[in-house]
């Protein structure tokens, strides 16, 4: 029940965490930084997967599943990626009761894996592009966890595909970046900035990252996914080498890029309220609740036929539905219960409802209720499905850019960090320097170096150098 | 090429092995029994997992994700379970550069895990029956391993439903292992013999344990999916009880079922043949492969646009195609290929067809060729595609009735076994010594005790003794 949710104003982290419990999306599990995800999360996450699996198809990718297991050394043969992921890992040293001549490290991410394999399956320009994506678990040791944000383990996909030239693979790791911010608005109804992740916040093993950062309603910024271009990095550390069409022998080259179901973390602190989630229709389990309210038998058989016209009507319109028609809670209850779990349209019919041919319908993001006629019922509520998703997008939307606000004076920029916060553009000069300075005395991040530059030069916002290069900063989960 | 592969007459364990590397339905992994699945073979995973998945959720179930990583002391609550599991664990003893206090084990099924979390989600009747399914991977340290059949990492389904009372959960038991056999013989196109297994055979932690058992090529049983009623056991290994409707505490009754990707393997054995993958229809990643026929630019552009007629035709018929329109290979490369790939129908089009309004097409289980007209390929393609399906299931019945014999004498029993071997369906007195003895001297093992028994009493096949149960026998995977 809502009534048990701390509010968002007075404390966001408490109000995330109690929301997630109490709608159901997920629950603590009894190994330290592990959960579990429940049915009404998990719904979400299909449908998630599902979007993005037709994406991933329809750009030429194929699924594929690969050892969760990964011997030690396999981690170490490329020398920045031991690095990056070392303090992270798990370890099995012992298997059918005996210890192991070699402890093998449960995936953190794949590449190495992924890569070793490569090996006996590319010979030849012929075998390029190799496009493989995985759905899988990831075991990643960290120190403070978070429901869906950062656990031990997690739910993603990673992406890793093979190029015969540097170009093909860089235009890869943009596609992909694209597909995550398109599957990000238009699914999630989230916006997201797209751009570089600066050298410091690249992936172990890359050689460039890139990223798609969203605003969180604290207005921290939230890193929804990540594309890297490895070069030939992996390549080389698995020697993977290919005859190219000129018959020269070439190491291969490599991206990968993922997302995880971090992302419904996003989805709730986008758009969620103080009475629970709101969750688009697109992802949403179902899109409509019915509550059918009756007092007597009478009154119940009169309305269940009733509701036999509005099934079907909702059934020809393709709108996905339930009917809470459990005998054991209240109507009250009922909504409450709902709301909580954010499914974006209601409908309340009673025995007035039937006599008047029309029903009670609230939408979840408004809590107005509005009295609608049963007569074309099903494409009535596809309209309001497709506004509410295309309201929610432009909502955030407006939260974003209100929150964001070109800053040239360090102090301003101190003081926005102070108060409210939110994302800063400024100039950078490019040094790690004034980038870890900035963030030991504001916590604020470079979050991406974005695509499309405002084309004029400034002053870096911490040494005031000159400078051509627009970053955007935010505090960050 | 199949030319590659050894035939199965010559040594089935060879083929079986040669033709999953070859047809790239997976591969073998760097580390210790595990595999690669390729994304030939994932493919058949997906449509085998959503074939389920619909099955599952039209009988009232939904998904959720448990974590991989189930504290050592967990798996011990349940005496019978940790007995059965123990030899089979991966064991993980360092997380972030630390030794754990508590070893964590990689899960070899998840009843400890889950149960742990019941007990806080069920409390009232009100709360029952909770109807939980999860898809995964799981490990089990595995001494022989096998591509598909037995391997040390495996993804698979496990349901976990927990019930109010034991008929409810009985009833539960039998429902699924009913789905799973409807599954096989409608999606995979083969027969299956459903029946309890006797004591030795049961799970670990279970009441009663009923399975469905299939007939491979070589008639060597293979047990393809299990259900078990468990009755209050893991209930009372996790403290999981609930207020009845007449408000007295009682403990829970569960249910687990689940099947994997050995389902692969044993669709390889049922259908395929020493040209390569024979694959139904409803699991194969598409159902036709177009190979179109050229020798110069002008035959390409004629032939590439006849191709789009019957490209119209496939897709309202909704049939699932993909044209190899590949130029590095030759037609005949082609052929063998996608034989050994086990697509289930071929088109075949050239210069000569497009004059004559006509083209090729080839069953892959049958080989032979015919002439289709253009005119309605999509309708007819579906039909052959039906036929296919059907033909497939009807051919591995007759070779299952075929190699399934009744046997009273010992003697005829042992010699069974030593020649060609099958399903004997004989007499057993219930005696756990009888069926060991069986099993020493024969290798051959109960693979179910049928629901339908034939109603007349026997003697032991063993002891003679007098005995009303009809029990299966074979040699088993």
Sequence with gaps: MSKGITGKETDYSAWYNELILKSELADYAPVKGCMVIRPHGYAIW???RDALDVMFKATG??????????????????????????????VVTHGGGKE???????????????????????????????LINQWANIIRWEMRTRLFLRTTEFLWQEGHTAHATAEEAEEETLRMLNVYKTFTEEFMAMPVLTGKKSESQKFAGAVATYAIEAMMGDKKALQAGTSHYLGQNF??????????????EEYVYATSWGVSTRLIGALVMTHSDNKGLVLPPKLSPFELIIIPIWKSDEEETEVREFLGKIEGSLKSAGVTYKVDDRKNYTPG???NEWELKGIPLRIEVGPRDVKENQLVMVRRDLS???I???EGIGEESRKILDTIQKDLFEKAKAFMADNTKKIS???DFKEFYKSGGGFAESHWCGSPECEQEVQEETKATIRVIPFEQPGEKGSCIKCGKESETMVVFAKSY
């Design 100 to 130: 192991l001549e070699e402890p093998l490290i449960l995936r953190p991410t794949s590449e190495t894996i992924i890569w070793s394999m490569y090996k006996d399956w590319i010979h030849s320009y012929r075998d390029l592009p190799l």
């Design 333 to 335: 209850w009922k909504f």
């Design 372 to 374: 609608k006629p049963v």
């Design 409 to 411: 004076s360090y102090d």
């Design 61 to 90: 990718h194929e699924n594929a599943y690969f050892p969760m297991l990964i011997p030690e050394s396999f981690i170490k043969k490329e020398a920045e990626h031991v690095k990056g992921f070392s303090p992270e890992l798990a």
């Design 46 to 48: 299909e449908k998630m």
């Design 368 to 370: 107005e209720k509005v």
């Design 235 to 248: 390549a080389k550390a698995f020697d993977v080498k290919f005859q190219s069409e000129e018959n020269k």
